[in-house]
């Protein structure tokens, strides 16, 4: 096998994505996306590993010896570390910090999908919910992370309105937050039933009350 040089993977010269005049900045900037996560293993390290693999269809791009693997999904070189921590303790299980992560999908289809494979897996949800806002599908990785895997029920725009102005509402607490059925749901939708359908609040209700979802 050919040698690799390093080296030869050092790009020319940096290219960042824009950049800004000193003073032409006149507003706080907000970021522009969640670019990664740091997650401390220990013995479950090579298992956490193989659970973001394969929930994000991913890539590993780089392992280091000492105990740290980059994940990706997408173009840019890590979105999730997996980094080894011998001896570290476990989190309390009632403890004040990050509750959940969660990854946006572009359809119900995709969220199916990803149950699917995953139960293969075997890894089963904790928990599948209508939130009215969105339709959640979430799991414990092996160290006990949760990871929701969801997608938002209406446009960003209607979403934000929707959260501001009606979930918690009167109306909306007497339906509250239903959990469904992840197998009955995978039926719905592959016997036809639309998306239109299965992705709303009010008729989600419906459908469990009635033993369907
Ligand atoms: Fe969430």
Known sequence: ???????????????????????????????????????????????????????????????????????????????????????????????????????????LGELIYVYKRMKEWGYKPIWTVNHGNSTSFYYNDPDGNQVETMLDNFTPSETKEYKRYYQWSEEFSALGDPTFDPDKMVELYENGVPDSVLLDHTEVCKLIKRGEL
Do not use: W
């Not at 040089?5 to 507003?27: C, H, I, M, Y």
């Not at 996306?33 to 401390?40: A, D, G, Q, R, S």
């Not at 693999?53 to 999904?73: C, D, H, K």
């Open 1 to 107: 096998m050919e040698k690799i040089d390093p080296v030869d993977f050092r790009p020319e010269k940096v290219a960042p994505l824009r950049v800004d005049p000193p003073g032409s900045l006149t507003s706080m900037p907000s970021p522009t996306k969640l670019h990664h996560l740091h997650i401390f293993s220990d013995e479950n390290y090579d298992s956490m590993v193989d659970f973001y693999q394969r929930l994000f269809n991913a890539e590993i791009v780089r392992v280091n010896p000492n105990g740290l693997t980059f994940i990706t999904y997408d173009d840019h070189d890590h979105r999730v570390v997996i980094i080894k921590r011998p001896g570290a303790m476990k989190k309390p299980e009632n403890f004040i910090g990050v509750s959940h992560q969660a990854y946006c999908y572009s359809s």
